[in-house]
């Protein structure tokens, strides 16, 4: 991939634009749409409110 930087800059330019993009993708809509807790996390929350249950 180095290579591509040092040998077409119109490639490196693309690689460049699609990366930007990705990064702006993620900024602004998918970061606030992933899964919010890791599995070890959501258990323990369940634990907590049957404890409040019970």
């Given at each position: 991939m180095i290579a591509t930087f040092l040998v077409d800059p119109v490639a490196a330019g693309a690689t460049l634009g699609a990366f930007a993009l990705f990064v702006l993708y993620f900024g602004l809509y998918s970061r606030?749409?992933?899964?919010?807790?890791?599995?070890?996390?959501?258990?323990?929350?369940?634990?907590?409110?049957?404890?409040?249950?019970?």
């Open positions: 606030h749409h992933l899964a919010a807790a890791a599995p070890d996390e959501e258990f323990a929350a369940l634990a907590k409110v049957e404890e409040e249950l019970t």
